[in-house]
């Protein structure tokens, strides 16, 4: 069975601070898929990036990075120099090969809440 | 790109009443199309997914129904509300080839009373 951890519930940074969200992943799949979702405070899920399990590069996008280990089954995200606009949950999710049938059920973490004080 | 629409915004319901809900999908073809629901302060929850129409999977026993009369319309329903019913509905789709990522409507927040 898939299963996503993000251990912190809640975090709280001063503005310009850089924070790390973790996530941490079980699967039996050897392919798989991780994500991240941004949902603010409107509620919607904004998909922020995908990454699949052959793919161990670090990526980064502006403020946003990512680090994918396989080594420890983590994906987790960093956001460099926060800002007010950054206040929001974010998930991290997982979902076997698409491929491998006609659903692909996604298992989405339970959230990690990030409040950036000005 | 997919553009995914959703109806009501928010909504307040008496128990016992019914419900129905739509999200519509723009941009794509063949979805899968997922209902989740989100309660206060909580993660998601699969409620129902479609690979086509006519076809609905049901993750969890519950109250409610979905229907998928066309190729981009997904319904969710009720014929009476519970109080347990309240929540954040979130309609996603994941376009039927060549993506992995699910994208995620704006969400109805319904209350029930």
């Known amino acids: 069975a898939q299963k996503v951890t993000q251990a912190q519930t809640e975090i709280s940074v001063v503005e310009k601070e850089d924070v790390t969200l973790d996530c941490v992943y079980e699967t039996r799949d050897t392919t798989y898929y991780l994500f991240w979702y941004k949902q603010p405070p409107s509620g919607e899920l904004v998909f922020l990036i995908r990454r699949n399990s052959f793919d161990e590069q670090n990526e980064i996008s502006g403020r946003y990075s990512w680090n994918f280990q396989k080594s420890t089954s983590s994906f987790n995200f960093t956001i460099t120099a926060s800002q007010v606009v950054d206040s929001a949950v974010y998930f991290c999710?997982?979902?076997?090969?698409?491929?491998?049938?006609?659903?692909?059920?996604?298992?989405f973490g339970t959230g990690t809440k990030l409040q950036v004080i000005p | 790109s997919q553009t995914i629409h959703q109806w009501p915004a928010t909504l307040v319901q008496p128990v016992g009443s019914p419900l129905s809900l739509e999200c519509t999908v723009e941009?794509?073809?063949?979805?899968?199309l997922y209902w989740y629901r989100q309660a206060a302060g909580r993660g998601l929850q699969l409620l129902f997914y479609s690979v086509g129409i006519g076809q609905i999977s049901s993750e969890v026993p519950q109250n409610l129904s979905a229907s998928r009369p066309q190729d981009r319309q997904f319904i969710l329903s009720s014929k009476k509300l519970l109080l347990s019913d309240s929540g954040f509905y979130l309609c996603a789709c994941k376009a039927g080839t060549g993506s992995n990522e699910q994208f995620f409507g704006p969400g109805t927040r319904l209350t029930v009373l």
């Open positions: 999710a997982l979902s076997e090969d698409p491929f491998s049938g006609g659903y692909q059920k996604v298992t």
């Open positions: 941009g794509t073809s063949n979805p899968n």
